[in-house]
């Protein structure tokens, strides 16, 4: 290895490099005037929501052309995209508009002062009456709003009507005494009752399951006395038990992908999730989807009939002085969450949206996503998941607490006490 | 020796212009961050803009912290898996291999493939490997007819650690590279001299090899333990910490931190997590009784 | 030649060695080829069968994936950044290290042991929380969204472990070689280019794998640091397949597969041609 070697490789990197300015130099260059919004996102690929955003984007260039771009920058992997935005916020570079999960942890964002008040904006033209109510007070923070809801969560209990025909229940429980016959009588059929996991990110199907016996014996408005009501412990002690006799042995540790797996294989007969479940089940598993009934879960104490939902996706914008850039954002706001391309959303990619919209049956809609619509309007009251309602760092801790309490086999209220202890 | 000395004068701004490039990179994107997390680490950082010095508050808080202590007494499980279990295990490879076996440069190649994977295939790979349903090692214990010792090796607290410790097992071949390129340097006349002297194999390598090897199983064992103490996408892939915290390590513990923007925290973790790795690394490489100078001394 | 000294031991440890032996190189074979096979397999599968039976034979074989891998990601379209990426980003990491290396294995000088201590100390670095710092830092260097804020981040990523493995590989070569050199004039360069670098082949194609993985795979930065197709990776394609509620195994394997196939290429042409050329001549006795 000489000096001309290296000279030779640099002569060939430095006509390489050369080369890939020319091809790369794709960019399209800013028209005089027009305003370009950049949004980096995870909203891309040809599933979930990608489809319908990318038409939605386009529709919205083609309608604004010469005078606004929105600009998808992908991000295909969603925690990538949440380091992205953190990141950028933290640098004090915002970008033009984004997503984010808005919860105790999140909430700083507002107080960065790098997001656009939109409180004023809401005010004109009742725009702010097409959104939901309470969706829009979550939104609300010192009485600014400075992000938009965009998606809502909801999840029911899933079961399986064939298996439990199988097994000879008619009805789903509506009592947690009827809910362990039935589990009983699953396993005398050889099915696993629930699926369950305390892995992934925050336990999801896990956590779910915990905050809908939460409800039932706490109320609406239990998270505000979180981890003091007694309902915590009670519903711990429920949650104890499915892991010790009527979940898959896998449980513990399991993520994702093997609780939804255990359901779509009908090895288990219960399963918790929410309306971006729904075409992946029909894609995946057809004949279970055509089998698959939502219910609200079986009551453990006072209450029945509520459901888990909250505010899952909110979008927000860089604050901007500029009154061009400022109004081309709101336009594109303005049309992003206009009933009729909240409506496409939904149905494009089977999400419940914090928008009211029509639904005729032209429209035909999955049978599945009809049910969540129908288990959203039926609910007695929604319930907020954790991640609504808890910091970070106390829903990643959820899923180990349970592990604890069924490993070590603790009583429920030293999970209560490791939950309070993560919340400190 | 003293010949180089003199050198030393004449060659100034030579050394200075070789090793300014590195310096200024080094400068430029560890020492700059490195600064900016000491200080981030004794601030309690609430959200972005607000930061208020706290001393050691940080520092004490992760002490009384159980998760965090069994992240520390996690990655020390890990290092000594990678000192003990995972160089050894290369150099035994290695030193097969540098006897050219038959098929010996395909063996070479292959052994570093698991490198090439992405680490996301490889954990689902390994999930499914554990799997107490479909996994192949509950299916061979199943086989064997020893039912009984089948279980849920991610799901419980005794077998996670040696679970995933296992699986990190298929990087040995990042170490037989190193240690394999460090056995071209030894002098084959050596090995010629051992055999006219009726040393067997096992003693060659002993009296020979290992001997020659030294400064390379010193490196291996430096980067084998600097990669367990960083450790983080195998644990948070396969386990991400659970059950029960049982696996959880230091990278993983601040991964959390900054995702719960609880930086200054994070911070600490990240401090604390270079100041024991550093500990670490010395410690073994007294034990192995080879520390540099030693090694400088010997090999000129 | 050296497998005559088994023919003057002990028959007992002539046979446990040769069974140890195979034991332990054709285990380690399996431990390292059935992964990838594995990959290789289930690339053919369905998204429901990877997840439903992971470790199954595929029922039928869906060659869609690999069409869809290239049509959904614009994987192909991603190849020629990455490699530029790569073979720059190594290129100039095994310079700039050799050079230093050379610096501290060659050469005495007050701090150098203190340096080299405090490259390899930044091995431990858990460089995923400097994202806030390399952001603003690419940023104020105006290299955001191209592709030389990669080159430049993983040449500096790069070089604790470069920099140790160079200087160790140095360290190894005899002093007289130096001796000889500047007996024979050479100056500074030219005893680093024409006698110590060339002998250092095996350490620089050991660096050097290293540093191209790294950078082929390294995803975090590539993402954090880019906003556009024109800067993009193959990593980021691969992640095409992976939305927030549901991943698409069959297309991301198939994916992952095309991108590792250069990474294999790369590493059995180049790191065999440059040890074995090592192994053939430049070692004396």
Redesign the interface.
């Known amino acids: 290895m000489n000096r001309k070697l290296f000279i030779v490789s640099f002569v060939l990197i430095a006509a390489l490099l050369a080369s890939v300015s020319v091809f790369g130099g794709g960019s399209r260059e800013t028209a005089p005037g027009e305003v370009v919004i950049t949004w980096p996102t995870h909203w891309v690929g040809e599933m979930g929501a990608g489809p319908i955003i990318r038409e939605l984007v386009d529709e919205f260039n083609a309608l604004h052309a010469g005078e606004i771009r929105v600009v998808l920058e992908a991000h295909p992997e969603a925690d990538a995209a949440e380091d992205v935005i953190r990141t950028r916020l933290a640098a004090g570079q915002p970008p033009d508009f984004f997503l984010f999960k808005l919860g105790p942890t999140t909430e700083v964002y507002y107080e960065t002062g790098l997001l656009m008040d939109l409180t004023d904006e809401l005010e004109r033209d009742g725009w702010g009456a097409t959104f939901d109510p309470g969706a829009l007070a979550v939104s609300t923070i010192n009485g600014e709003v400075r992000s938009l809801p965009i998606e809502t969560a909801l999840t029911p209990i899933w079961y399986n009507t064939r298996l439990f025909e199988e097994a000879g229940i008619d009805e789903f429980p509506t009592t947690i005494d009827e809910f362990w016959e039935a589990a009983d009588r699953l396993l005398e059929i050889g099915v696993v009752p629930t699926s369950q996991m305390t892995g992934g990110a925050n336990a999801w199907t896990s956590m779910l399951w915990y905050t809908h016996l939460v409800g039932s014996i706490g109320g609406p408005d239990v998270w505000d006395r979180a981890w003091d009501d007694p309902a915590f412990e009670e519903a711990a002690g429920i949650m104890k038990r499915m892991y010790q006799e009527y979940t898959t042995r896998d449980a513990i540790g399991a993520g994702p992908g093997e609780s939804s797996a255990h359901f779509m294989n009908e090895r288990t007969a219960m399963f918790v999730n929410g309306p971006w479940f729904v075409s992946n089940i029909r894609d995946n598993a057809p004949d279970v989807h055509a089998v698959t009934r939502l219910a609200p879960a079986p009551s453990a104490g006072d209450y029945h009939g509520h459901q888990v939902g909250w505010l899952l996706t909110s979008a927000a914008a860089a604050h901007t002085d500029d009154p061009a850039r400022r109004d081309a954002v709101v336009q594109w706001f303005r049309f992003l969450t206009h009933p009729d391309n909240i409506k496409r959303q939904s149905l494009g990619r089977g999400s419940l949206m914090p928008v009211a919209f029509e639904i005729g049956p032209e429209d035909n809609v999955d049978p599945l996503q009809q049910q969540f619509i129908e288990a959203g309007n039926n609910a007695t009251f929604l319930i907020d998941g954790i991640e609504a309602v808890m910091p970070v760092h106390v829903v990643q801790e959820f899923g180990q607490a349970l592990s604890a309490m069924v490993l070590r086999d603790l009583p429920p209220s030293e999970f209560v006490a490791l939950m309070r202890a993560a919340a400190e | 020796?003293k010949?180089?000395?003199t050198?030393?004068q004449k060659?100034?701004w030579?050394?200075i212009?070789?090793?300014a490039?590195?310096?200024v990179?080094?400068l430029?994107?560890?020492v700059?961050?490195?600064i900016?997390?000491t200080i981030t680490s004794f601030m309690e950082t609430?959200?972005?803009?607000s930061a208020t010095f706290v001393g050691f508050g940080n520092f004490s808080r992760l002490f009384n912290n159980s998760?965090f202590r069994m992240s520390i007494r996690n990655n020390l499980i890990w290092a000594g898996s990678a000192a003990f279990l995972q160089v050894p295990l290369a150099l035994?490879?290695a030193l097969?291999?540098a006897?050219q076996?038959a098929g010996w440069?395909f063996?070479?190649?292959?052994?570093?493939?698991?490198?090439?994977?992405?680490?996301?295939?490889?954990a689902?790979?390994w999930?499914?490997?554990y799997?107490?349903?479909?996994?192949?090692l509950n299916g061979l214990l199943n086989l064997l007819g020893l039912d009984h010792l089948s279980r849920?090796w991610?799901?419980?607290?005794e077998t996670?650690l040696p679970a995933l410790i296992i699986s990190y097992?298929?990087y040995?071949?990042?170490f037989v590279?190193?240690l394999?390129?460090?056995t071209?340097?030894?002098?084959?006349?050596l090995?010629?001299a051992a055999?006219i002297d009726?040393?067997?194999?096992?003693q060659?390598e002993i009296y020979i090899s290992i001997p020659a090897l030294r400064?390379?199983i010193?490196?291996s064992v430096?980067?084998a333990v600097?990669?367990a103490?960083?450790q983080?996408e195998t644990t948070f892939l396969m386990?991400?910490?659970?059950?029960?915290?049982q696996s959880s390590v230091m990278?993983l513990f601040?991964?959390?931190?900054?995702?719960?923007?609880?930086n200054g925290m994070?911070?600490a973790v990240?401090i604390l997590?270079?100041i024991i790795?550093?500990v670490v690394?010395k410690g073994l490489q007294v034990i192995f009784g080879m520390r540099?100078a030693a090694?400088?001394d010997a090999?000129? | 030649m050296r497998s005559d000294v088994l023919r003057e031991t002990p028959i007992v440890i002539q046979y446990t060695a040769k069974a140890g032996k195979w034991i332990l190189l054709i285990g380690y074979l399996g431990v390292a080829i059935l992964p990838l096979l594995w990959l290789g397999m289930s690339s053919f599968k369905t998204e429901f069968e990877i997840i439903s039976a992971p470790l199954s034979l595929p029922q039928s074989l869906h060659y869609e994936n690999f069409v869809n891998a290239i049509r959904i990601s614009g994987l192909h379209r991603f190849f020629l950044n990455s490699f530029i990426v790569a073979t720059c980003a190594t290129t100039f990491n095994l310079f700039i290290c050799s050079l230093a290396a050379f610096a501290v294995a060659r050469e005495r000088w007050r701090l150098r042991s203190t340096f080299l201590t405090f490259s390899t100390a930044m091995v431990l670095v858990p460089i995923i929380s400097f994202m806030v710092p390399y952001y603003a830092l690419i940023l104020r260097l105006g290299l955001f969204n191209s592709i030389w804020a990669l080159v430049l981040t993983y040449t500096a990523i790069n070089i604790p472990i470069s920099l140790f493995l160079i200087t160790n590989f140095m360290k190894a070569l005899p002093s007289e070689l130096d001796d000889s050199a500047v007996i024979d004039g050479c100056n500074f360069w030219q005893r680093f280019s024409k006698i110590v670098l060339p002998l250092t082949k095996p350490g620089l194609a050991t660096a050097g794998t290293f540093a191209v993985i790294g950078s082929w795979n390294e995803f975090v930065y590539a993402m954090l640091l880019t906003s556009s197709e024109r800067a993009r990776t193959v990593q980021f394609a691969v992640r095409f397949f992976s939305s927030e509620f549901r991943d698409d195994y069959g297309g991301m394997f198939a994916a992952i597969v095309l991108t590792m196939i250069p990474t294999i290429f790369i590493y059995i042409l180049m790191h065999d041609k440059i040890v074995s050329g090592v192994t053939a001549g430049a070692v004396k006795g």
């Open positions: 020796m010949k180089n000395k050198l030393v060659n100034t030579w050394i212009l070789f090793t490039p590195v310096f990179l080094l430029m994107f560890f700059y961050p490195l900016s997390l609430a959200g972005f803009g998760v035994l490879i097969v291999l006897r076996p440069r063996f070479r190649s292959a052994y570093f493939l698991p490198n090439v994977i992405s680490l996301v295939a490889l689902m790979l999930r499914a490997v799997n107490p349903y479909y996994g192949i849920n991610l799901g419980e607290l996670v097992q298929i040995v071949g990042y590279i190193i394999y390129a460090g071209l340097s030894i002098s084959k006349s090995y010629e055999e009726g040393a067997n194999v096992f060659q400064g390379f010193l490196s430096t980067l600097a990669f103490f960083r983080f386990t991400a910490g659970g059950p029960a915290n990278a601040m991964h959390r931190r900054m995702s719960a923007f609880q994070a911070s990240g997590l270079v790795g550093i690394m540099s090694i400088e090999q000129q």
